[in-house]
């Protein structure tokens, strides 16, 4: 429930294991309810950042004893808005998920306008949404407070990719045997612990219990270790000379690429095998290079 006066009340208790959507459903249904009200200022555990990205101003200590499934933000972590600022902040979530996630469902109930009155505000409030499909299928949520996870998370698709575009640029980035797009090049990570995780989740993905690669710490950090991985190339291209001074991980996704059969491209000596592969018809290497 929202805190009026500064005064700091019991907090409801979040589930910050639960989807984005529905972690914040009760935050936005507490400002809802104190737009509604006459209170002159909230108090809430959230914060917001300039583009109108909603987050909890704390995490759950779970080495403190924290239950994340139930987690009740610390009085202390509380900040305190008034009418004029939160509307100001519901302004700018309502322009971010028009701009990053305009979806029917949102577009449907709530009016696209340069800027909304408290009126406007506690009635796009009031809408739930109920979760179409997925394992989250029947959940009920906060309409905006659903928009705006979806928002968020096209945001980071958004700098994630730029952050990559630039570590490629820069020749800092790497990639992991076997992890490729959906054209079939190698997926460039911009760290090579990440390329490791990724080669771990590829090779490994149905070992485990019920198939998590990572169910058991000390398996986890072995895939991790033995992960094969190099340095992200951007040109690729193999020629009768280049493909021999190439990384093995490389020389071995374009053979996988070019058609080499997996008794070629996989188990002990695969770089060998690919390299004299490639040898016996140097047609493959075109390709390699499609």
């Known amino acids: 429930m929202p805190q009026t006066n500064d005064a700091i009340a019991p907090s409801p208790a979040y589930d910050r294991t639960a989807a984005r959507g529905t ?56 900040i305190s808005y008034s009418r004029a600022g939160m509307r100001t902040h519901m302004n700018a979530v309502v322009a971010m998920c028009f701009k990053h996630a305009p979806s029917t469902a949102f577009t449907s109930k709530v009016p696209d306008r340069s800027s909304y009155t408290y009126a406007d505000l506690v009635a796009i409030l009031s809408h739930d949404y ?65 390329a490791r995780k990724a080669h771990a989740r590829q090779a490994h993905k149905d070992s485990g219990a019920s198939g998590e690669w990572y169910s058991d710490e000390d398996r986890k950090a072995a895939y991790i270790k033995n992960a094969v991985v190099a340095k992200f190339d951007p040109a690729g291209m193999a020629s009768p000379v280049s493909i021999y001074s190439m990384p093995s991980i490389q020389v071995r996704q374009l053979a996988k690429k070019a058609g080499a059969p997996t008794d070629v491209t996989t188990g002990k000596g695969a770089t060998k095998r690919c390299l004299a592969w490639f040898e016996a018809d140097l047609a493959r290497l075109d390709l390699a290079n499609a």
């Open 130 to 194: 109920t979760v179409s499909k997925g394992k989250n299928e029947g959940q009920v949520r906060n309409l905006l407070a659903h928009t705006s996870a979806a928002a968020r998370n096209s945001i980071n698709r958004t700098i994630k990719a730029g952050v990559v575009e630039l570590a490629v640029v820069q020749g800092t980035a790497w990639m992991a045997e076997g992890v490729v797009d959906s054209d079939g090049n190698p997926r460039p990570y911009t760290s090579e612990k990440k």
């Open 23 to 78: 972690q914040f459903t009760p935050v936005f249904r507490a400002i809802g309810a104190f737009l509604a009200s006459t209170a002159k200022r909230v108090s809430l555990p959230v914060k917001f950042d300039a583009q109108g990205v909603i987050d909890f101003t704390s995490t759950p200590d779970t080495k403190a004893g924290d239950d994340p499934t139930a987690w009740v933000p610390a009085a202390s972590t509380f």
